[in-house]
């Protein structure tokens, strides 16, 4: 069984402050996605990594893909309360399209 | 991106009745869906896959005659949760790949919140 680990599981920061959340496996992915998701909806992709070392930058959120491929980070610069919600992350293995959802880390940005 | 919409996005039942909730890819076809369960603040648990033309394939611990899935056409898959009760309540959620195989990104549906009485 392919297990993702999230950290932290909950944050609370300020508005203006920066953050990374953590994705860590013992697993090889072949892709990795992370997600945000806000109550009462569905997550919604923000980025998908596929190579070995890539990062990728999304206005202020920076995700990074491990070089053995088991783990991920985002990193989010100067905060502001619009960031808050559920973020996950998500791998996949090979050609299966099921994939493997990590806990999740609640964020809460603070005006 | 890709749309997938679900129906309804909220249900209230009394105990022992069936739910269906269904799931829509809405601008292009999906051979497999996944079905999830979310409990609040937590993160989704994959109930099961949902294949179209073939029976799916549930995940352990997911029971299969009490949540029945059928996919009967490429845009269409749907989960009945038959004689509901209350531990039955949560938010259900559908994904739908879009891609080629191994390349494939997961769209997710807005949800459904149910709870049952």
């Known amino acids: 069984t392919q297990l993702l680990e999230q950290s932290p599981q909950f944050l609370s920061i300020q508005e203006g402050e920066n953050l990374t959340v953590y994705c860590n496996s013992s697993?090889?992915?072949?892709?990795l996605q992370w997600y945000r998701q806000e109550p009462g909806e569905g997550p919604v992709l923000l980025v998908t990594?596929?190579?070995?070392?890539e990062v990728k930058k999304l206005k202020r959120l920076t995700f990074q893909f491990g070089d053995a491929r088991k783990d991920s980070s985002l990193h989010i610069t100067a905060a502001q309360p619009g960031d808050t919600g559920l973020y996950l992350c998500a791998g996949a293995s090979g050609s299966a399209r099921q994939l493997t959802f990590g806990s999740g880390t609640q964020l809460t940005v603070l005006p | 991106g890709a749309v997938v919409s679900q129906h309804p996005s909220w249900v209230i039942c009394k105990s022992g009745t069936s739910v269906k909730i269904e799931c829509r890819s809405l601008?292009?076809?999906?051979?497999?869906m996944f079905w999830y369960r979310q409990f609040p603040k937590q993160s989704l648990m994959l109930m099961a896959t949902?294949?179209?033309?073939?029976?799916?394939?549930?995940e352990q611990g997911v029971e299969k005659d009490k949540f029945l899935i059928n996919h009967a056409s490429l845009t269409l898959s749907t989960l009945t949760v038959t004689s509901a009760h209350p531990e039955d309540s949560s938010f259900y959620i559908c994904s739908a790949g879009e891609g080629a195989r191994g390349e494939e990104t997961q769209y997710f549906g807005p949800g459904t919140r149910l709870l049952v009485l």
């Open positions: 601008d292009f076809q999906a051979t497999t």
């Open positions: 697993s090889v992915f072949s892709s």
């Open positions: 949902s294949n179209e033309g073939s029976k799916a394939t549930y």
């Open positions: 990594v596929v190579t070995g070392g």
